[in-house]
């Protein structure tokens, strides 16, 4: 079945850098897009980054362009995300997500989802 566990979360300070990993595993990873998604407890969810599934085109929400940088890795199956400058408002916990096909906007509906990663950035 499709699994997609996420990694390298934790605390830093503001200013500081994470780098998280999602591990895809039960589905043709290179045919999918992939995505970052975040959600703090009673808020609802937002839409960080997405790629392609071949790795050619990426999105970001404005909160994170420039700070933030989605990649994958086809071969080893694993999505990252490389998050720096981070700022306390980023704290939150972070999902990987996958959904098939090559529209992979951040407003589009993501079929799997990973258990989260939690992030916290103090000031």
Same mark, same amino acid.
């Given at each position: 079945?499709?699994?997609?566990?996420? @990694?390298?979360?934790? %605390?830093?300070?503001?200013?500081?850098?994470? &780098?998280?990993s999602c591990a895809a595993s039960g589905f043709t990873y290179g045919s999918y897009c992939m995505g970052w998604f975040r959600q703090a407890p009673g808020k609802a969810r937002e839409g960080v980054a997405a790629i392609s599934p071949g790795?050619? &085109?990426?999105?970001? @929400?404005? %909160?994170?362009?420039g700070r933030f940088t989605i990649? &994958?890795?086809?071969?080893?199956?694993?999505l990252y995300l490389q998050m720096? @400058?981070?700022?306390?408002?980023?704290?939150n916990m972070y999902?990987?997500?996958a959904k098939v096909g @090559?529209?992979?906007?951040?407003?589009?509906?993501y079929?799997?989802?990973g258990q989260g990663t939690q992030v916290t950035v103090s000031s």
């Open positions: 079945q499709v699994q997609l566990v996420e @990694s390298g979360g934790g %605390s830093v300070q503001a200013g500081g850098s994470l &780098r998280l790795g050619g &085109r990426t999105y970001y @929400s404005d %909160s994170v362009k990649d &994958r890795d086809n071969a080893r199956n694993t720096n @400058s981070l700022k306390p408002e980023d704290t999902y990987c997500a @090559s529209f992979c906007n951040l407003n589009t509906a079929n799997y989802w």
